[in-house]
């Protein structure tokens, strides 16, 4: 027997799911009833990024499964042994499974006894990674970066555990606290010790790159910059804009002779690097090593 649909009383409402809310997953995620247009289009280019990557993963796991059990689409164990990274010689090595979590070392030496005495309790990390993975070897890099700097800035805060929120608000203090070994780049400026921010800022290892970037708060969509400077590491772009809108970070995080602007990131922002010329002369040094054209101010 065919069941009817319930009657609903007079007046009454109902409710059904938002089709446009699918992806969402949090508050910040629901864009409806914002009278803010930027503010709209942010959540709602987030949201479709979101969709975009579920996609993508999805397109590849029925790929995966067309093949047969010897598909080779993730690295496995060979008689060569496992592929591990090396941090200190940048290179890729083979090694027995048994023998990478020993090989592996921190990326901050000063926390590698606090992370021995807590490797009960923390979950491991397994590498390697599938190939597709590694297609986001750079934006990889480049987060690993900005996590290293915010690990170093972190200790000139009372209390790092309460800067947790990326929405939190702080200035740096001054003067330094005794024994503060954090690096000359990542020192604070004047402005980071008297305007409130986020801590997203305090991790660029140019103090007129901050600078420039306090000066302009709530004057350009600090989410799309993040986006842009991570590749889509975390919501997703298509492979040919990751190309153009990521930053690398080739050296020691704290030094920004390592990092290089892609051509499509610095057309987009580089009123950022006013007065930081240094920045530019370090990307086109790079550039020219690969016989690319250098980039300059003005270019679109």
């Known amino acids: 027997m065919q069941m009817k649909p319930p009657v609903l009383p007079t007046g009454a409402i109902q409710l059904t799911p938002m089709q446009q809310l ?3 997953v949090v508050k910040d995620d629901d864009w409806t009833g914002l009278t803010d247009a930027a503010a709209r289009k942010r959540r709602q280019n987030r949201l479709n990024m979101r969709a975009y990557r579920r ?10 499964k067309q093949h047969d059990g ?3 689409s993730c690295i496995a164990s060979t008689g060569q042994g496992m592929p591990y990274w090396s941090e200190s010689q940048q290179t890729v090595f ?3 499974s048994s023998t990478l979590e020993v090989m592996r070392q921190p990326l901050i030496p000063h926390e590698h006894n606090d992370l021995l005495s807590k490797r009960s309790s923390v979950k491991p990390i397994y590498f390697p990674l599938c ?3 590694l297609i986001t070897l750079l934006q990889y890099n480049v987060l690993r970066a900005c996590i290293t700097n915010r690990q170093l800035v972190s200790r000139l805060l009372p209390d790092p555990r309460n800067e947790c929120s990326s929405t939190a608000l702080h200035v740096l203090p001054w003067p330094l606290p005794d024994g503060d070994t954090v690096p000359e780049t990542l020192r604070p400026t004047i402005l980071q010790q008297t305007i409130s921010h986020e801590g997203w800022v305090d991790i660029i290892p140019h103090p007129v790159w901050r600078d420039n970037l306090l000066l302009a708060i709530g004057q350009f969509d600090e ?7 991570i590749g889509g590491l975390f919501d997703g772009f298509p492979h040919s804009e990751v190309e153009r809108r990521g930053v690398i970070a080739w050296w020691p995080p704290w030094d920004v002779s390592g ?4 051509e499509g990131f610095w057309s987009k922002w580089q009123w950022v690097f006013r007065g930081c010329d240094d920045v530019l002369l370090v990307t086109n040094r790079w550039r020219e090593k690969r016989g690319e054209d ?3 101010f003005g270019m679109q």
């Open 294 to 296: 250098p980039l300059g």
């Open 70 to 72: 010897n598909d080779t």
């Open 259 to 262: 990092w290089e602007l892609s």
């Open 55 to 64: 996609r993508k993963a999805r397109e590849l796991l029925l790929e995966g």
């Open 131 to 133: 190939p597709d993975h």
């Open 94 to 96: 083979f090694a027995p």
């Open 22 to 24: 699918t992806e969402a």
């Open 223 to 229: 989410d799309e910059l993040w986006a842009d400077t």
